[in-house]
C-alpha cells in the first residue's frame, strides 16, 4: 500500500475530511503526533468549547 492509500484509509476510519490544500483560515495542530507519515493534523481555529471547532488531515507534497 503506497503513502497516499495509507493516509485515505486512515482519514476514512477516523472519519475526517482529507485536504491537499490549506484551507483559508485553518492552521496546523502543533503538537499533534497521531497523523500518518505524509500528513499533518489541521484545524479551523476554533475555540475548543465552541463547539465549531473541526480537525482534517492535510497530505504533504512529500507523498503526492
Same mark, same amino acid.
Given at each position: 500500500?503506497?503513502?497516499?492509500?495509507? @493516509?485515505?484509509?486512515?482519514? $476514512?476510519?477516523?472519519? $475526517?475530511? &482529507? =485536504?491537499?490544500?490549506? #484551507? &483559508?483560515?485553518?492552521?496546523? @495542530? $502543533?503538537?499533534?503526533?497521531?497523523? #500518518? =507519515?505524509?500528513?499533518?493534523?489541521?484545524?479551523?481555529? /476554533?475555540? =475548543?468549547?465552541?463547539? /465549531?471547532? /473541526? /480537525?482534517?488531515? &492535510? $497530505?504533504? &507534497?512529500?507523498?503526492?
Amino acid at each position: 500500500m503506497d503513502e497516499l492509500n495509507r @493516509i485515505v484509509a486512515f482519514a $476514512v476510519k477516523k472519519d $475526517v475530511e &482529507l =485536504y491537499t490544500d490549506m #484551507p &483559508l483560515g485553518w492552521k496546523k @495542530i $502543533v503538537g499533534a503526533m497521531t497523523a #500518518p =507519515y505524509g500528513s499533518v493534523w489541521i484545524c479551523n481555529g /476554533k475555540s =475548543y468549547f465552541s463547539g /465549531k471547532r /473541526k /480537525k482534517a488531515l &492535510l $497530505v504533504t &507534497l512529500t507523498c503526492m
